[in-house]
T-cell receptor, first 114, second 113 residues
């Protein structure tokens, strides 16, 4: 398996624009997580899904953020409208089953909002 | 409020010496702890973990120690190698929450020649 695949790797956008980040989890994994990395707060969990269903979105900072998982092999994180303070690296991760606490991370998307 | 804290943002160690990275947590519900390593432009990769029923877990050059009463864990790397230079994240989870991990802010380790 190629691992967790995220696209794009880098995104530069202007304030106010919509941004969509994409993730393909490892095949067979039933948990999917979206994290955001900043210098001040490290890795923060934004939302996670189990079997395509959102379980906990308490980490989503504002209504401007939304995430979907239409099927087992694809998820999106959308920011609309984007703001400069959203600039960060966004990671997607997946894991297998409740008994597995090891999550496998993608390479991340570096988002810059100017 | 940071439930997992790594108070040292950076650490420099000479090659061959021991590296000790520290982590503190505040949530007493945490019962599983992990260390992840992250190289620039890559995602974090799992390194080693420990369950709260143990106080030590060893894997080659890497050993994690857990002190539940102090809510403290540490990662020891012996001997340190230049390839160990990376950012190390401490993470914690609770039973029943699967891989929902709470991470610290990371410690950047630099192993010098």
């Amino acid at each position: 398996d190629a691992g967790v695949i995220q696209s794009p790797r880098h995104e530069v956008t202007e304030m106010g624009q919509e941004v969509t980040l994409r993730c393909k989890p490892i095949s067979g994994h039933d948990y999917l997580f979206w994290y955001r990395q900043t210098m001040m707060r490290g890795l923060e969990l934004l939302i996670y899904f189990n079997n395509n269903v959102p379980i906990d979105d308490s980490g989503m900072p504002e209504d401007r953020f939304s995430a979907k998982m239409p099927n087992a092999s694809f998820s999106t994180l959308k920011i609309q409208p984007s703001e400069p303070r959203d600039s960060a690296v966004y990671f997607c991760a997946s894991s297998l089953g409740v008994s597995s606490t090891e999550a496998f991370f993608g390479q991340g998307t570096r988002l810059t909002v100017v | 409020d940071q439930q997992v804290k790594q108070n040292s943002p950076s650490l420099s160690v000479q090659e061959g010496r021991i590296s000790i990275l520290n982590c503190d947590y505040t949530n007493s519900m945490f019962d599983y702890f992990l260390w992840y390593k992250k190289y620039p432009a890559e995602g974090p990769t799992f390194l080693i973990s420990i369950s709260s029923i143990k106080d030590k877990n060893e894997d080659g050059r890497f050993t994690v120690f857990l002190n539940k009463s102090a809510k403290h864990l540490s990662l020891h790397i012996v001997p340190s190698q230049p390839g160990d230079s990376a950012v190390y994240f401490c993470a914690a989870s609770s039973t029943g929450t699967a891989s929902k991990l709470t991470f610290g802010t990371g410690t950047r380790l630099q192993v010098t020649l």
